[in-house]
Each structure stands twice: as C-alpha cells, then as structure tokens.
C-alpha cells in the first residue's frame, strides 16, 4: 500500500502528529477541568464568606429575608447555584435559609442533615465535593461547605452547590478553542509535511528516473540540487558520477572511432599497393618500392596493435609493477645505443649530463625503459636534422630527476595539455613520413602515474622540447 517513500514517510509523520495533538488535547483538557473546578471552589467559598456577614445581620433580625434573597442573587456568579444556610439546635440541624434558583430542586424538602453530614463543617472545615450530595440532587452538583459563624463563634453550615453542567459550559468554551488551535495547527503540519516529505523523496524519484535513462544510453540528463542536507549531497555526488560515466562514454567512442580510424588507412593503403603489384600495374622497380611501403606499413599496424595491448594491459592493472632497484644511468645508455641507427640517420648529437655515474631508482625496469623509449623516440622524431639531444640525470630530496631535451619542432603552448591523450598528434604532417600513433606519450603518461609519480613538459616552438620525469631514488 505505502510503496513509495514519499507516502510512507506522510504516514508516519501523520501516525506521529496526530498522536501527539491527541495526547496533548487530552492532558490540555484534563488540567484544565481541574483547573476550573479548583478555581470554582475557591469563589463559591469565597462567596459563601461573604453571604456570612449577611446571614449575621438576618440572624439578628436587621435586615428582611426578601433582602437575603437580593443578596443571595447578587452573590452567586454561577446560574443556577443553590445555598443552603444549615443550623445546628442541639441535635438537630434545620435547614434556616434556603436560596433556590430555577429548576434545581426548588420544590425539594430537605431532609434533615445527619449529624455526621456535617461535623465536618462545624469542626471549622472546609469541604469540598462533587456528586449529588446524598441524592438530593438529581444531577451531579460541585458542593462546597463552610462553617457558619456567627458572633465569632460556630452555628451551622453554610453550603454552595453548582451543576457540574454548568461549569462544563465553561470548559465546552475553552475545548472548543483548543481543538479549533489543534486543528488548524494539523493542517499546517500537514502542509508543511507534504512539502518536506516531498523536498526528500523528489531527488531520489529523480534519481531512479536519471539512472534508468543512464541505463538506456542518455548520459545527457542530471538531477536538480535543491538542497544541501544528505539528500542534497547525494544528488550531487549521482551528478558526479552521470558526468564521470559521460565521459567515460565520450572516450570509449572516440577511442573506437581512433582505433578504427587508425586501422583502415594504413589497411587501405596496402590493399592499394598489393592490388597493384597483382595487377601488374607498377614496373618492377616501383613494385619493389611499394612493397617495401607496404611492409613499413604492416610494421606500423603491428607498433600501433602492440601499443593498444601495452594500454589496455596498464589500465586494467592486470599487471602489476615489478619494482626493482636499477641503476637508471646503464639504462639509459643502453637505450641510446639501441637507437643508434635512428639517431645516426639524422645525423642527432646526443648529449649525457648525469649528476655521479650510478644513479640507483626504485621502480619497474621494463616500464621505466618504454618510457624513455618513447620519450627518445619523440625526441629523435621531432628533432631537427643535426640538431641535439641532451639527457640528464640529478637527484634531490629522495627522487630522481630524468630530463631528455631535443632541438626539435617544440610544441605550440595551446596544445601542451593534449599530448597526453591517446592518438592525439599535434599536428599529422609535421613529422614527415615517420607517422607515429599518438599512443607513445598516453602510455608514457600512465606509467609514471603508475609509479605515483610525475612528468611534466618544457617547450616552445621551433626552439624544442624538454620532457622531465621523477623516480623514487634508492639510497
Ligand atoms: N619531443 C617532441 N617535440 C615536439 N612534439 C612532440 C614531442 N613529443 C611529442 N610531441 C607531440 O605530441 C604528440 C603526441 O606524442 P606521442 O608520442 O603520444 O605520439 P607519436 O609520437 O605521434 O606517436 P607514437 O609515439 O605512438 O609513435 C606528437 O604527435 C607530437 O605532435
Ligand atoms: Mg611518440
């Protein structure tokens, strides 16, 4: 019945409201009747008091009982309270004045108060009851006593009794009212609950429906954050996460786009140049030429596929790092002797500057050597024909510091921060027919991160470019 959070959360809160109005009316109203009743009390005894002075007055004959009446009238600020002014003659009590009002019992013989109905009173007490005192009352009367004096001394009783009706009218009064409050203050609640209820139940609807349109392909909708309770914070976090997700999706399809991209030129280029030593097109010396670039373009294939492999491996972490100590120093020689035939080729002076002649590093030798790899395969590739390279070597504070350095083409400043993304190429033509994939500085990246470490770029263009990277060093 209640299956969505919002109606449950209303019905709780609405389980928890009235009970709580409830209970509160009730205890209001309770306290309240005794607070009637206690105050009545105290002005029926109060007024008894002062019909006292009177009755001392009628006693002596001074005044009429036409007079008594007028002042009994005058006295009673409750409709329909009937006094009673009791004297005690040796054994027996009769009853010496009696004020009537409409309807209550006008008619009634009193019956001759027992003696124990009364000692109390003329023991100098003052008493206090409801019921129908001794049934002679047909409804339940608030009954007050107090001893009649006269002359200083005690000779009777004098009693006041109120319908309890008549002080209900009263509360019936102040009930009302209170119920009017406990209901206008429900409605608010209920209003102001709906709006909360709804204030929390609303971003996690949205939510739901966010993540089942995720779900089905659209990474475009967010969530509305209108608060910044939990609720709030957990819909920003859901943005968090569409947004990580959507980019996650961008790259996966310009990846693919890439990688496809990647494969068919140098695919189509081949099927051209089979297709035409097949055909016999091409006169045999051309055929051997456009063999040869159909091989260089299989090599590339092979590089780019190898590459894609040595990504998806580091990303996976598939493989974890193999940390060794090594001296970097031999590394590095020993790559710069296996590029020989490159760096010959552009007729490149390679330049050494390392700090002390062993440089030992903590980190995973055949990562470290794809990095510098790549970075002297950019630096030869993008050198100028003669120009130089510098390689250098330092350390400080507990790292090393590797820096290669190229005279080459350098880097125009707006594109610095896209090096790193996979295929990115600054420009395609600038490296003449050496064609790379745009992979090498993508994995270069990941490794270095890998090692939770850092590399970083210096360049400017025409002048070259200068790639440093830290190691942990190895005492
Ligand atoms: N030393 C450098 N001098 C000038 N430009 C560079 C240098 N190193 C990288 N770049 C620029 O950054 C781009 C990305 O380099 P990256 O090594 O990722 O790709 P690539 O060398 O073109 O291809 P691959 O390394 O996969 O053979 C290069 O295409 C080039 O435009
Ligand atoms: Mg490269």
């Known amino acids: ?125 003052i008493i206090k009851n409801i019921g129908k005192f001794g ?131 140098p695919l189509t280029s081949m099927r051209g140049y089979i297709q035409g030593v097949l055909d016999k097109t091409f006169d045999p010396e051309e055929q051997e030429k456009y063999l040869t670039i159909a091989l260089e373009e299989t090599q590339r294939l092979n590089k780019l596929i190898n590459e894609l492999l040595d990504l998806s491996q580091i990303e996976s972490g598939q493989f974890p790092l193999n940390i060794k100590v090594f001296d970097i120093n031999e590394q590095i020689r020993r790559l710069i002797i296996a590029q020989e035939e490159k760096i010959n080729a552009k007729e490149i002076d390679v330049e050494i500057d390392f700090q002390s002649n062993k440089c030992m590093v903590k980190a995973d030798p055949d990562r470290i050597n794809q990095v510098i790899i790549n970075l002297l395969d950019n630096a030869i590739k993008f050198n100028r024909h003669r120009g130089k390279i510098l390689i250098k070597t330092w350390k400080n504070r507990g790292k090393v510091y590797v820096k290669i350095q190229d005279q080459g083409i350098g880097i125009p400043k707006e594109e610095i921060a896209n090096i790193w993304d996979r295929f990115y190429q600054v420009e395609k033509s600038r490296s003449g027919r050496e064609r790379g994939t745009g992979l090498g500085l993508s994995i270069v990246k990941k490794i270095i991160e890998e090692h939770h470490e850092n590399i970083w770029v210096n360049s400017s263009l025409d002048e070259g470019s200068a790639f440093i990277f830290s190691l942990e060093a190895s005492a």
């Open 135 to 265: 049934e002679r009352f047909s409804v339940p009367v608030l009954t007050v006593g107090i001893p009649l004096k006269i002359g200083g001394s005690i000779k009777g009783a004098i009693f006041f009794h109120t319908p309890i009706e008549e002080i209900d009218l009263i509360l019936y009064d102040i009930y009302a009212d209170i119920w009017k409050a406990t209901l206008f203050s429900a409605v608010l609640a209920v209003v102001l609950l709906y709006w909360t209820s709804r204030r929390i139940s609303k971003p996690l609807s949205q939510m739901s429906d966010v993540s089942r349109e995720i779900a089905s392909g659209n990474y475009k909708r967010r969530v509305n954050v209108s608060s910044r309770d939990e609720t709030g914070q957990l819909a920003l976090s859901f943005n968090a996460m569409a947004d990580s997700l959507e980019r996650l999706e961008d790259m996966r399809r310009t990846f693919v786009a890439n990688v496809s991209h990647e494969l068919r030129s």
């Open 1 to 125: 019945m209640f299956r969505s959070l919002f109606s449950r959360l209303m019905v709780t809160y609405l389980i928890i409201m009235l009970i709580t109005l409830i209970t509160l009316s009730l205890f209001l109203s309770s306290a309240l009747q005794r607070y009637v009743i206690r105050t009545t009390e105290e002005e029926l005894i109060r007024e008894a008091k002062e019909l006292n002075r009177h009755y001392e007055l009628y006693d002596r004959g001074w005044v009429s009982r036409e007079y008594m009446e007028l002042i009994s009238d005058g006295i009673t600020s409750y409709e329909n309270t009937s006094i009673w002014v009791v004297r005690v003659v040796g054994d027996i009590s009769l009853l010496q004045f009696q004020y009537n009002p409409n309807g209550l019992d006008n008619e009634m013989e009193i019956t001759p108060f027992s003696k124990e109905e009364i000692t109390n009173v003329l023991r100098g007490n």
